[in-house]
């Protein structure tokens, strides 16, 4: 079992920057990949960054060369989110994959609004 905590979210004007960050506990060493994914009213969630065990990283087409996402030590990944657009609008979720066989958890999630 793992429980994810996120933190960072908030309201912030086009243009601006946030760092979203999520604390894992439980399990941890059994982490394989951290990541984060996210919500607009009336969509469906969406991939946005991931990072493995090993560092290697995959970001979503829309936040490449805007979003840097790190894994800070064994429980910790942040997403420093630059250059925020109105489209980055969403409840962002932390998101791990736990084993061998890649069980999913998943964080409350933390409100981001851009105003624009």
């Known amino acids: 079992q793992v429980q994810l905590v996120e933190s960072g979210g908030g309201l912030v004007q086009a243009g601006g920057s946030l760092r979203l960050s999520c604390v894992a506990s439980?399990?941890?060493?059994?982490?394989?990949?951290m990541g984060w994914y996210r919500q607009a009213p009336e969509k469906q969630r969406e991939f946005v960054a991931r990072?493995?065990?090993?560092?290697?990283t995959n970001y979503a087409d829309s936040v490449k060369g805007r979003f840097t996402i790190s894994r800070d030590n064994a429980k910790t990944v942040s997403l420093q989110m630059n250059s925020l657009k109105s489209g980055d609008t969403a409840v962002y979720y932390c998101?791990?994959?736990?084993?061998?066989?890649?069980?999913?958890?998943w964080g409350q999630g933390t409100q981001v609004t851009v105003s624009s």
């Open positions: 439980g399990n941890i060493f059994s982490i394989r990949t």
């Open positions: 998101n791990v994959e736990v084993g061998i066989r890649l069980q999913d958890y």
């Open positions: 990072i493995t065990s090993g560092g290697i």
